[in-house]
């Protein structure tokens, strides 16, 4: 028993001095400098395993079939009527629209459009009068809205035409909008459009089913126009550019535009769905326009102008990915866009193809959309708001997604974490003879921390303090500092857009060199401050990121994938900057800038233009005006978040630092 006993005690004993030995390994492993060579691995796997889960998202196990959420749609469920003798009201509508454009003149021709097609206006008074005419003939109450807006030496004015069809069995507290463009997003004359929503208009006012009122919108184009007619219904408008409405109904439920451009029969429906800012309507009003067009009317569906979907691995890839392109652009994509700012959900519904389906097909679909909205108890609201589609009947949410653009938002806090750390900590005493090196023992000291205690060097256990004010300083102002292209490029001329761009990229191949020497001049950048201001750099880009990628996804994780050089250019975080020769350093240097300026906003904006084959000018025009007119963020997000990152990565590869 005794012999028994002395065993137990011999195996706590030992048992003790393993765990003591284990809490002083990792005690001792936590002021391990080995630990900063991990970062930047970490990194790295964080953006791969962002980028491959962004590519697994079109497979069948991770994304899903659409399906309805509000069960008071009911999409598909009532029987249409529109047809028939309505064709001989549209035939006539159709001639009126055809003999005001023949005798109206030309009165300006502008390049608006984002692929430079000249957009022929003719007289807005006359349009009017003769709109004004027909709606008052139905029977509806009509107004008019003058706009005038300026943006990049350009002028965008028009003038709107609405009417309103008072609900019978409604109180004017909702409305649905019914909105078809003069002028399309292509920059043709949208005759058949407009001629159908005024068919549609005499059509609804027969009827005694309305529980909300009906508003029918005729817009002079497809971006101005709607964007100057939905602020004034809200009041936000700026007085000194648009006009306010004289006639108002309720708040705005949803809103459906007609796009019929095409002189024949049409084959496809396409549902133009993005919003501004990447903005998307409830993905319940897409699915039932989806199931209206598809089940009930048999008319084939189109998104992103995919003609031919196989519903296989590469069409879904290549919808997703032009999906998150448009998305992250930001700009409008037609009439509909302007309605999202104000959670009022929108849909372009857009006749392209040569086939066998006819306006009163597409007025069907409208007629059987409009039935639906008409049976909402409340706004949208049960279905997904953030979703991103391979297919009309085929969908990814937010919780899927998500994690690929945070990921990459991550690997930019893990480098300024791995940053931060080895700023607190001392550079390595010199030591003249390796021998004198070898025969000192290290002084240590004991440390006990969290119940656990270990013998470490001093020289591990010594501490730095951080000189943070001119870092943050120099941080803030370089953001600050993104405000002056910001304001450039939303005040040039369309004619000079493009050598403005041309010349800001080529200013900074110089711009980091000069603010290092300036900065030089008046005080010494130590590698310590260096560190501490890539560190905050880099720590904004990841929580600016991670915040954008909840509003904006797309454009979240973009900048992100254009930014990931930033993670691993200038402290070397992997090696001992003891023990780097002068060459070394002026060679890591040297390919850090040449990756830097390949990667720097301008040069990436230029390529992607030649390669996709679009005027920069066009480009930067339309971010001008969607910056004047409906509040578009994606140059700011260029101009004051990845700009001054990549600044200050540019000036800390500087060879004057």
């Not at 089913?209 to 004034?232: C, F, H, M, Y």
């Not at 690997?411 to 300024?416: E, K, R």
């Not at 857009?497 to 001049?521: D, Y």
Request: charged share 15%.
């Amino acid at each position: 028993m005794a012999l028994l006993c002395m065993l137990m005690a011999d195996c706590e004993a030992r048992k003790d001095t393993i765990l003591i030995t284990i809490e002083a390994t990792v005690l001792a492993l936590r002021r391990d400098p080995r630990l900063l060579k991990i970062p930047p691995y970490l990194s790295v796997l964080c953006i791969i395993v962002g980028v491959v889960w962004l590519f697994l998202l079109p497979l069948n196990d991770y994304s899903r079939r659409t399906y309805i959420s509000e069960n008071a749609l009911l999409p598909g469920q009532v029987h249409t009527y529109f047809g028939g003798s309505e064709q001989n009201v549209f035939n006539a509508y159709q001639h009126e629209i055809q003999s005001v454009t023949e005798k109206g003149h030309a009165e300006y021709a502008t390049d608006n459009s984002l692929y430079g097609s000249s957009r022929w206006l003719t007289s807005s008074s006359r349009i009017a009068t003769k709109l004004t005419e027909i709606f008052q003939s139905i029977g509806l109450k009509t107004a008019t809205q003058k706009y005038e807006y300026h943006a990049s030496g350009s002028t965008h004015k028009g003038k709107n035409v609405y009417a309103v069809l008072h609900a019978p069995r409604g109180d004017a507290t909702e409305a649905i909008v019914l909105v078809a463009a003069w002028i399309n997003m292509d920059g043709e004359l949208n005759q058949r459009g407009v001629a159908l929503a005024l068919t549609l208009a005499r059509y609804f006012k027969r009827w005694s089913l309305w529980s909300k009122d009906i508003i029918i919108l005729i817009t002079s184009d497809s971006r101005a126009g709607p964007q100057a007619w939905v602020d004034a219904y809200h009041d936000e408008h700026s007085i000194r550019s648009v006009a306010p409405l004289p006639l108002k109904s309720g708040a705005l439920q949803g809103a459906v535009v007609v796009d019929y451009a095409l002189a024949h029969r049409f084959e496809t429906m396409h549902i133009v769905y993005d919003g501004i800012n990447g903005q998307l309507p409830n993905l319940d009003l897409f699915n039932s326009a989806v199931h209206i067009a598809s089940g009930q009317m048999g008319i084939k569906v189109a998104l992103q102008r995919m003609w031919k979907h196989d519903d296989r691995y590469p069409k879904r890839l290549q919808t997703m990915l032009r999906g998150m392109a448009s998305q992250g652009f930001g700009h409008t994509s037609g009439p509909h866009s302007s309605f999202m700012p104000y959670h009022v959900d929108a849909i372009t519904l857009q006749a392209v193809g040569n086939g066998y389906q006819d306006e009163m097909a597409m007025g069907r679909c409208v007629e059987s959309t409009f039935r639906s909205l008409n049976n909402l108890l409340e706004h949208f609201h049960q279905s997904f708001f953030f979703y991103l589609l391979m297919q009309p009947s085929r969908f990814v949410s937010i919780g899927t997604y998500l994690p690929s653009a945070m990921l990459v938002a991550v690997n930019f806090t893990i480098m300024a974490i791995a940053l931060w750390v080895q700023s607190g900590r001392p550079p390595k005493s010199k030591v003249a003879s390796t021998t004198a090196k070898k025969s000192e023992k290290p002084e240590v000291e004991v440390v006990e921390m969290d119940g656990m205690i270990a013998l470490v060097p001093k020289e591990e256990m010594a501490t730095v303090e951080r000189q943070l004010f001119l870092p943050v300083v120099l941080v803030v102002g370089f953001h600050f500092l993104g405000v002056l292209p910001l304001y450039v490029f939303n005040n040039t001329s369309r004619a000079a857009l493009a050598r403005t761009l041309a010349f800001f990229a080529l200013t900074n191949v110089f711009l980091p060199t000069l603010i290092g020497i300036l900065i030089s001049g008046y005080t010494t950048m130590t590698s310590h401050r260096l560190i501490l201001l890539q560190c905050f750099s880099l720590l904004l880009l990841g929580m600016f990121l991670a915040t954008l990628a909840t509003l904006n996804f797309s454009l979240a994780f973009l900048v992100g994938l254009l930014s990931a050089p930033l993670s691993f250019v200038g402290m070397p975080m992997s090696v001992d900057n003891d023990h780097i020769s002068p060459a070394l350093s002026a060679r890591r240097k040297a390919i850090c800038n040449i990756v830097l300026q390949l990667a720097s906003p301008p040069v990436v904006i230029l390529a992607a233009c030649r390669i996709v084959g679009v005027d920069v000018g066009a480009i930067l025009a339309e971010a001008a005006f969607g910056w004047k007119v409906y509040g578009l963020w994606t140059q700011v997000i260029v101009c004051c978040v990845w700009w001054p990152a990549w600044l200050v990565a540019a000036m800390i590869v500087s060879p004057m630092l």
